[in-house]
């Protein structure tokens, strides 16, 4: 069955970085694309970045641009997102969701969450 | 961007209520529409897509409906594992956004 499984939240102060993974089984992961999506204590979805399969199309929300960077590597089955100059609003439990373009996200990890705090 | 206006914001209900809730966007999407179900502590779960094509597996007492600009999201007859958090979603253009949410409560 399809299984993605996120690593690498924890606590950060505002101007560090962390670096999230997402280990994807049980299905061709080279052929899918994927996203990050994050949801904030108590509050909504937002989609922060996209990635197709081949890695050759990326997107982020303005709220990201110029501080995350997302990347994958198809022979590890695995997603990463890049997070620099974090800051407090980025504080959110951090979800990698198999979708994007075209289609909606079917598959979600069970999330890892980024705190944001000195 | 597409803004999306999701109504109510907080539903009250009763086990074996027919329930509705409500997505119009601020510019067509044709059917670009996905609705998810999120409870406490957990991920979201795909419901529908495609505005009225239930996932895999989602009980047929979920159905979707509209395209264009207005949606809607019908649980027939609401059962205890329904009451939760659900979204809309829409998947027709960059920024690809999320309503705000409505919050299924036992009444």
Same mark, same amino acid.
Request: aromatic share 16%.
């Given at each position: 069955q399809v299984q993605l499984v996120e690593s690498g939240g924890g606590l950060v102060k505002p101007g560090g970085s962390l670096r999230l993974s997402c280990a994807?089984?049980?299905?061709?992961?080279? +052929?899918?694309?994927?996203?990050?999506?994050?949801?904030?204590?108590? $509050?909504?979805?937002?989609?922060?970045?996209?990635?197709?399969?081949?890695?050759?199309?990326?997107?982020?929300?303005?709220?990201?641009?110029?501080?995350?960077?997302?990347?994958?590597?198809?022979? $590890?089955?695995?997603?990463?997102?890049?997070?620099?100059?974090?800051?407090?609003?980025?504080?959110?439990?951090?979800?990698?969701?198999?979708?994007?373009?075209?289609?909606?996200? +079917?598959?979600?990890?069970?999330?890892?969450?980024?705190?944001?705090?000195? | 961007v597409i803004w999306m206006t999701q109504s109510p914001s907080l539903l009250s209900a009763s086990t074996g209520d027919r329930v509705t809730i409500s997505c119009r966007m601020s510019q067509g999407i044709s059917s670009y529409l996905a609705w998810y179900q999120q409870k406490p502590g957990k991920a979201p779960e795909l419901l529908i897509y495609a505005a009225s094509t239930l996932q895999s597996g989602v009980p047929s007492r979920f159905s979707g409906s509209g395209s264009g600009t207005d949606f809607t999201l019908t649980i027939s007859c609401l059962q205890s594992e329904d009451f939760a958090t659900y979204y809309c979603q829409q998947y027709y253009s960059f920024p690809w956004t999320f309503g705000q949410g409505t919050k299924v409560e036992i009444k």
């Open positions: 994807a089984s049980g299905f061709t992961f080279s +052929d899918y694309y994927m996203s990050w999506i994050r949801q904030a204590p108590g $509050k909504g979805l937002e989609w922060v970045s996209y990635i197709s399969s081949s890695g050759s199309t990326i997107y982020y929300a303005d709220s990201v641009k110029g501080r995350f960077t997302i990347s994958r590597d198809n022979a $590890k089955n695995s997603l990463y997102l890049q997070m620099n100059s974090l800051r407090a609003e980025d504080t959110a439990v951090y979800y990698c969701a198999r979708g994007g373009v075209d289609v909606p996200f +079917d598959y979600w990890g069970q999330g890892t969450l980024v705190t944001v705090s000195s | -």
